[in-house]
């Protein structure tokens, strides 16, 4: 499996932007994709998480609510549609795949447990 992410880029405080991640190779009912992002000196933190087959999705209290996570199984693309961005979710954004027939929040908000990863794309809010 290798993921390519895109659709990064610079917005107003206020704007949107959706992100996608591009999954080569076979996705199974079982894996997991996951977001995380990284500001500038700080650790990598989830985001947000979806299930291939069921589609049940887990947020980051930060941004529930403005952000929504789904996935295209035609395209085998998972999107991250980012609303309402504030500076503080100014980061590189990376997405990654693991292979799990169970899930829940703890476990998709760690990135350790993600095998796959795809390189960063930036994303910069201004105020």
């Known amino acids: 499996v290798q993921l390519q992410a895109s659709g990064g880029g610079s917005v107003q405080t206020g704007g949107s932007l959706r992100l996608s991640c591009a999954v080569s190779g076979r996705i199974l009912s079982s894996h997991v994709m996951g977001w995380f992002r990284q500001a500038p000196g700080k650790g990598r933190v989830f985001v947000a998480a979806?299930?291939?087959?069921?589609?049940?999705?887990y947020y980051a209290d930060s941004v529930k609510g403005r952000f929504s996570i789904y996935r295209d199984n035609a395209k085998n693309t998972a999107y991250l549609q980012m609303s309402s961005l504030k500076p503080e979710d100014t980061a590189v954004y990376y997405c990654?795949?693991?292979?799990?027939?169970?899930?829940?929040?703890?476990?998709?908000?760690?990135?350790?447990?993600?095998?796959?990863w795809g390189q960063g794309t930036q994303v910069t809010v201004s105020s």
């Open positions: 990654a795949a693991l292979n799990s027939y169970w899930a829940n929040l703890n476990y998709v908000s760690e990135g350790q447990n993600y095998n796959y």
């Open positions: 979806i299930t291939w087959g069921g589609g049940t999705t």
